[in-house]
Nanobody, 121 residues
Framework: VQLQASGGGLVQPGGSLRLSCAASGLSFGRYSTGWFRQAPGKQRELVNSITRGGSTYYPNSLEGRFTISRDNAKNTVYLQMNSLKPEDTAVYYC????????????????WGKGTQVTVSS
């Protein structure tokens, strides 16, 4: 199983990016998938998730700026990030788990390598 995240880069404050997570060896429609991020010196945090049943979740702190979506035909999960702020700078990871929901301790079965997002003017 491989998860490949892409789409990161440098963007100005207020800008947008769309991250993609492509999978090989598993079908996203059968897995709960999350986007996580980790900034230097900080703990990894969940920024958005979609269960295998299609329910989505994001923390209130993100104010709805990020949206997760899934394309089962392309076996890809996306993270649309809008109104980006410097504090969104981090390495972003996608991860998948065969449970109905994201495990509370984020102990996901599969993790992809991260993609760097830098928000700076």
């Amino acid at each position: 199983v491989q998860l490949q995240a892409s789409g990161g880069g440098l963007v100005q404050p207020g800008g947008s990016l769309r991250l993609s997570c492509a999978a090989s060896g598993l079908s996203f429609g059968r897995y709960s998938t999350g986007w996580f991020r980790q900034a230097p010196g900080k703990q990894r945090e969940l920024v958005n998730s979609i269960t295998r049943g299609g329910s989505t979740y994001y923390p209130n702190s993100l104010e709805g700026r990020f949206t997760i979506s899934r394309d089962n035909a392309k076996n890809t999960v996306y993270l649309q990030m809008n109104s980006l702020k410097p504090e969104d700078t981090a390495v972003y990871y996608c991860a998948a788990d065969g449970s109905d929901y994201i495990p509370p301790n984020y102990d996901m079965e599969y993790w992809g390598k991260g993609t760097q997002v830098t928000v700076s003017s």
